[in-house]
């Protein structure tokens, strides 16, 4: 299937830096005055028709709550089921329709952000998301556009994979056909390159698809979808609703054509989606493909050999970029004694550096959390933490949503390295830190593996290269995504195909052909150019 064809040789996407008087910034800041100036109307898209509701939900920045920017239209269940309808309907053509032509719509899809879309999709995701400029544009440009230009690449090497070996007079091939049925992409809030990267890689393989968006991130996920139309996407190919959680999995998990989910999102929702699938299993034609990117409760284990500023800005970035509010963000982290004071002064130093504020201002480092949930969860937190005198909050510790949802970056040191916050998930801002004896590094070590029940990402630092060999050998299971020497976040698709095991989901690493490989089901065809006349063997005859 790919004898004649070579796709484009994929480069990642440069990271434009939006200095002062740069081009790339006058165009950001025309487009975030632009959308500032409008309520936009959002509607559904259901086979490739727009569909509006009159049940409307208000859209606002998380650090400008009281600036409507757009309403969308809610759906309920009636809705997804006339989007499973409609990718159905659109199968026949869509998994027949050769893969260089659905190839060249993802291209096309890659360039138009690259380009005109640009600045358009990077205010949407400052404005809705409350994400930095500089954070935008590695995520909803860069990071989309390379998976979309990637997997294209990665699509065509699945189709020239094929049988080596041939016997006499036979002709051995495999198609790697479309899952059989549509399939279900639930999208988070917090990257719009995975809000675009979920659909779109499962429709590129010939799959039909439903898509629910977190409601954070429906803004966004509209201008996805406008790029997706203007690049060719047929209608009912990828099928856009805003239901609830509810009634969306009532439609989508009772469903006999129900053939694979594509998730990234809470532990909570992943498992109970599984047990509702689970239970359902002899509904379905098929064994459904379930793969999910969850939680995690992320790492940075600073050895005593450990160079003091690398530590710092590992720690400062790693937890504190777009408010910590990455799964692969520095949650936790445990400092030698013997650097404690050194790395304590400078990193408290850094942390009072960033100013905190909406994403307009571009001097600002630290934005709003998402929404008022998350808000007063991470404000219960540092709270009870001010409160326990266990534990220390050494810097930051403010929250205030009288004009925005924004929560200081916040540092906890703890005396228990089983406290709470060394402990759970928060998402946010907030970096717990727990100062072991330097010359305790293996008890370090089993306190990383056994502290959390996630392993999405983690970090060691350290010069001494025996230390970061034992680390690399004892954490092999305690992140999917293991870095040294570097904070745990920012992995870069061609480069860190992404994702981890245990509660993180089950590793099927977004931005690799592995992950494209899930949404495949592979037929062997053998063809015998000169078939067999007689049933008997040669051993059958006399002697």
Not at 86 to 115: C, S, T, V
Not at 131 to 140: G, N, R, V
Not at 309 to 335: H, M, N, P, W
Request: net charge neutral.
């Amino acid at each position: 299937m790919n004898g004649f064809f070579k796709v484009p040789a994929p480069i990642n996407e440069p990271v434009l830096d939006y200095a002062p008087g740069s081009k790339e910034k006058l165009a950001l800041k025309k487009a975030l005055k632009d959308a500032r100036s409008q309520v936009l109307d959002i509607p559904m898209y259901i086979n490739g028709q727009e569909v509006r509701t009159g049940k409307l939900q208000s859209i606002a920045p998380p650090h400008d709550i009281k600036h409507q920017i757009g309403n969308f239209h809610r759906g309920d269940g009636s809705h997804v089921q006339q989007a499973i309808e409609a990718a159905l309907a659109a199968k026949p053509l869509w998994e027949n329709m050769p893969w260089e032509q659905r190839a060249a719509i993802f291209l096309k899809a890659a360039e138009l952000l690259a380009g005109p879309y640009r600045a358009k999709m990077n205010a949407a995701t400052m404005l809705a998301q409350s994400k930095s400029a500089y954070q935008a544009e590695i995520d909803s440009a860069c990071e989309l556009i390379d998976f979309l230009r990637f997997n294209v690449q990665y699509m065509s090497e699945i189709y020239a994979d094929q049988p080596t070996a041939n016997g006499k007079a036979i002709w051995n091939r495999l198609e790697h056909r479309a899952l059989e049925g549509f399939v279900f992409a639930l999208t988070p809030f917090n990257f719009t390159a995975i809000a675009g990267n979920l659909p779109s890689c499962m429709a590129m393989m010939g799959n039909v698809v439903v898509w629910k968006p977190a409601f954070t991130q429906i803004y966004s996920a509209n201008v996805i979808m406008e790029i997706f139309i203007e690049a060719g996407l047929p209608a009912g190919v990828i099928n856009l609703v805003f239901a609830d959680g509810v009634s969306t999995g009532e439609a989508v998990f009772n469903h006999p054509d129900f053939a694979g989910l594509h998730f990234t999102g809470s532990t909570g929702v992943f498992r109970g989606m599984w047990n509702t699938i689970g239970a359902n299993i002899a509904k379905y034609k098929t064994y459904p493909r379930i793969v999910g990117e969850t939680g995690g409760k992320d790492f940075v284990l600073v050895h005593k050999s450990a160079d003091v500023d690398t530590a710092v800005v590992a720690l400062a970035r790693g937890a504190f970029e777009y408010q910590g509010q990455k799964c692969s963000a520095a949650s936790r982290a445990y400092i030698p004694s013997n650097l404690w004071e050194e790395i304590k002064t400078k990193l408290v130093n850094e942390v009072k550096s960033m100013k905190v504020g909406p994403t307009e201002d571009f001097r600002n480092f630290v934005n709003a959390v998402i929404d008022e949930k998350s808000f007063d969860k991470l404000k219960q937190y540092i709270d009870d933490a001010k409160k326990d005198p266990s534990v220390e909050v050494i810097v930051g510790g403010n929250c205030d949503k009288t004009k925005g949802y924004f929560i200081d970056p916040t540092i906890i040191v703890a005396q228990d390295p089983k406290y709470t916050t060394m402990c759970e998930e928060l998402f946010g801002p907030v970096l717990s830190l727990y100062v072991y004896n330097e010359n305790e590094f293996d008890k370090a070590l089993d306190l990383v593996n056994t502290t959390s029940e996630y392993a999405l990402t983690g970090a060691v630092i350290a010069q001494d290269r025996y230390a970061i060999t034992l680390a690399t050998a004892k954490l092999r299971h305690a992140a999917g995504n293991f870095y040294i020497n570097d904070k745990p976040t920012g992995a870069v698709v061609g480069q860190q195909p992404f994702g981890g095991s245990r509660a993180s989901g089950t590793n099927d690493k977004a931005g690799s052909k592995a992950n494209l490989l899930r949404w495949t089901s592979t037929r062997t065809i053998k063809e015998t150019l000169v078939p067999v006349k007689d049933y008997r063997y040669p051993f059958l005859a006399e002697e």
